[in-house]
């Protein structure tokens, strides 16, 4: 076999590794996603009063949410209990807005007052995507009771993250080398590029560039 088509099949050879890795690796990521979910859901914050009709109304709406998302309602009535009125301002405080009215819904870093259709397909939407980012944090660390500050990582684990290099990074770069070796090789092949004799000399790989050169007119050719 000629060694142009030797180094195609190890080119082919090398994509078809780099794209199963990349699937397994894909699938390995879901499942990771998959474990967190399941094991924290988000946390949905409500705040109530006693004789509020939209509070009410949001409900049931909140019950549907928790059945189709990985979430967590926690809810406090604030009319009738001064402490759950105290955690509703110091949620408040942290988040930078004024506690004026319930219902106030509390998902991250961000917050809803009052209740309707659209702000119930707004606090949807964002429940899901922190359920799939998994970037909002909890509002309530450090202020609800029972619920702690996330740890900071260690500076260790800080310079481990860094200096590790992803798989797919380096698969991107063995796939890059494969390409353009096979790239070299097919340059060469063609004559393009000239290859080096054994002397130290240079050689045009392609027969085809090399001319006969032609005696004068009026000498013989021996």
């Given at each position: 076999m000629p060694?142009i088509?030797?180094l195609?099949?190890?080119?082919?050879?090398?994509?078809?590794?780099?794209a199963?890795w990349f699937?397994?690796?894909?699938?390995q990521?879901?499942?990771?996603?998959a474990?967190?979910?399941s094991?924290?859901?988000?946390?949905?914050?409500?705040?109530?009063?006693?004789?509020c009709?939209?509070?009410?109304?949001?409900?049931p709406f909140?019950a549907?949410?928790?059945?189709?998302?990985p979430?967590?309602i926690?809810d406090?009535?604030?009319?009738r209990?001064?402490e759950n009125?105290?955690?509703?301002?110091?949620?408040?405080?942290?988040l930078?807005f004024?506690?004026?009215a319930v219902?106030t819904?509390i998902?991250?870093?961000?917050?809803?007052?009052g209740?309707?259709?659209?702000?119930a397909?707004?606090?949807?939407r964002?429940?899901?995507y922190?359920v799939?980012?998994?970037?909002?944090p909890?509002?309530?660390?450090?202020?609800?009771p029972?619920v702690e500050?996330?740890?900071?990582?260690?500076q260790?684990?800080i310079?481990q993250?860094s200096?590790?290099?992803?798989p797919?990074?380096?698969?991107?770069?063995?796939?890059g080398a494969?390409?353009?070796?096979?790239?070299?090789?097919l340059?060469?092949h063609r004559g393009?590029?000239p290859?080096?004799?054994?002397?130290?000399?240079t050689k045009m790989?392609?027969?085809r560039t090399?001319?006969?050169r032609?005696?004068?007119?009026?000498?013989?050719?021996?």
């Amino acid at each position: 076999m000629p060694r142009i088509q030797v180094l195609i099949r190890i080119s082919q050879a090398l994509v078809f590794a780099l794209a199963l890795w990349f699937l397994l690796g894909a699938i390995q990521d879901n499942s990771a996603s998959a474990s967190t979910l399941s094991d924290e859901p988000v946390p949905v914050y409500f705040f109530w009063g006693v004789g509020c009709p939209h509070c009410e109304h949001a409900k049931p709406f909140l019950a549907d949410l928790a059945q189709r998302y990985p979430v967590r309602i926690h809810d406090y009535e604030v009319w009738r209990s001064p402490e759950n009125a105290n955690l509703l301002k110091a949620m408040a405080a942290r988040l930078d807005f004024q506690p004026r009215a319930v219902p106030t819904f509390i998902i991250g870093e961000r917050h809803w007052v009052g209740f309707n259709d659209q702000l119930a397909r707004e606090v949807e939407r964002y429940a899901a995507y922190c359920v799939t980012s998994l970037s909002c944090p909890d509002a309530g660390a450090g202020i609800i009771p029972g619920v702690e500050s996330p740890a900071p990582l260690s500076q260790e684990l800080i310079d481990q993250e860094s200096s590790t290099m992803s798989p797919q990074i380096l698969a991107l770069l063995i796939f890059g080398a494969a390409l353009v070796a096979a790239g070299l090789a097919l340059v060469i092949h063609r004559g393009v590029l000239p290859r080096f004799g054994p002397a130290g000399g240079t050689k045009m790989a392609d027969s085809r560039t090399r001319q006969r050169r032609m005696p004068p007119r009026g000498t013989r050719q021996r």
